[in-house]
């Protein structure tokens, strides 16, 4: 058996959490294989609005398993204050969540590094979420960090207070005052207490050698989802660097993630936006500044789930999904947030970039520090409202054709259309291998 992988196609925020919830019936496990509390997976059913930032998407099938990855970094608190918003809301997420010992740890001094080296930059930002994520990566990388096998240990106390040590001695150098930073509303000492509430909160939870776990069940015919974060374009080492993200969102880390040998991938899944958003800072060839922009964030509600930011919005960008298709081995795409279009008359679609002035259908090495000028090609739009639709055979003709446009340039079939947040709103399109 191989497992399948579901990954963002854009910059992050595609609508991750919401397919994999749909598909999880399909499935016996669902994994996530990278990042940390900077992914915001958000899940809409029977009138109820969940906000997933380290615990996998499918763990609202009370039967299925979800695995939290070795390549995944968690901070204790959140993941804490996470499991017991569920359990609020009738889920008991400790009952089929599992924990790779090899994961590690965002520690609370991870966070006020985040925020020392990000306020440093003034206005050359990257626009990180101050969750830790970039100095617990450096950490994991500089083979400094701790992992969740680690809380077991007699001198865990001492392993915490060496890192943290050093951390605050990085900080001081920096011009940040932590002593009146608040972490999540809360005073680092308070913080830090929530942190190693959380600890205890995680000893009680499956803590698995996640390798072996995964590659048993495969073995034993278990069918298993990989459900990636962020976004393809925010690839540590593909995406529009340094403004990315501080692991490998693509197709590949899902092999370090989880433990998996590259000929253990079976089909890999694609989601992307019907038109593009991107949250803090970074270029993006297609962003608007205009009542267009404003209009697909009001109508898309576009604000960070994990930050609350506006995200910036701009029209559908096919040299980079082309870039990311590549990248992923894309077998089937399924595009979310159609009905966010349906107010356009006239909608367009990035088909190639011209750089100082030569047209290009590559994403150049700096995305950064050269000026794009997008090329486009108009389509019109459907102008109704396609939210209530149950038929894929009831979608407008514009609505197919922007889809078939879409297909004709990036050579790979669009297998769903996401008309709405919720669960039901999710049309199939086509022959898929996937039952929906």
Request: charged share 25%; hydrophobic share 35%; glycine share 10%.
């Amino acid at each position: 058996m191989k497992l399948d992988v579901l990954l963002g196609l854009q910059w992050g925020d595609e609508g991750k959490g919401k397919i994999v919830d749909v598909l999880t019936a399909n499935y016996d496990m669902v994994a996530r294989f990278q990042g940390g509390p900077n992914a915001g997976h958000t899940i809409e059913f029977d009138e109820q609005k969940f906000i997933l930032h380290t615990i996998p998407s499918g763990i609202f099938d009370p039967v299925k398993v979800n695995v939290i990855g070795n390549g995944v970094i968690i901070d204790a608190a959140i993941l804490d204050q996470e499991i017991k918003g569920l359990k609020e809301k009738g889920i008991n997420a400790s009952e089929n969540l599992h924990i790779s010992r090899k994961a590690h740890l965002i520690l609370p001094t991870h966070r006020l590094l985040d925020a020392a080296c990000e306020t440093s930059k003034g206005k050359l930002k990257i626009g990180s979420t101050l969750k830790g994520i970039s100095p617990t990566y450096m950490d994991k990388i500089g083979r400094n960090g701790l992992r969740i096998g680690d809380i077991f240990s007699e001198n865990f106390r001492e392993k915490y207070n060496k890192l943290k040590d050093s951390h605050l001695k990085t900080i001081s150098f920096y011009d940040f005052d932590y002593a009146d930073y608040k972490i999540d509303g809360s005073l680092f000492d308070e913080y830090e207490q929530k942190w190693f509430e959380g600890i205890e909160k995680i000893k009680s939870c499956k803590l698995i050698n996640s390798e072996y776990y995964v590659n048993n069940a495969l073995a034993a015919n278990k069918r298993i989802l990989a459900e990636g974060a962020q976004g393809s374009m925010l690839d540590i080492d593909f995406g529009s660097y340094p403004f990315v993200t501080s692991s490998n969102t693509i197709n590949s880390g899902v092999c370090s993630g989880l433990g998996v040998s590259p000929h253990k991938v079976g089909k890999v899944y694609g989601i992307f936006k019907a038109y593009c958003t991107r949250v803090g800072a970074g270029p993006f060839p297609t962003e608007l500044h205009d009542e267009d922009g404003e209009r697909m964030r009001d109508v898309g509600r576009e604000y960070g789930s994990t930050t609350g930011r506006p995200r910036r919005c701009g029209w559908l960008d096919l040299v980079a999904l082309k870039y990311s298709i590549m990248l992923n081995g894309v077998d089937e795409l399924m595009m979310m947030k159609a009905d966010v279009l349906s107010p356009f008359e006239e909608l367009k679609i990035c088909t190639a970039y011209r750089i100082d002035g030569k047209k290009t259908n590559e994403v150049p090495f700096d995305l950064s520090t050269r000026e794009i000028v997008p090329e486009y090609t108009t389509l019109r739009g459907w102008n109704e409202d396609i939210s209530g639709l149950e038929d894929i055979d009831g979608i407008p003709k514009e609505l197919n054709h922007y889809v078939e446009f879409i297909e004709s340039v990036v050579n790979i079939p669009v297998r769903i259309i996401s008309i709405g947040p919720d669960r039901k709103q999710t049309l199939r399109r086509g022959e898929t291998s996937l039952n929906l």
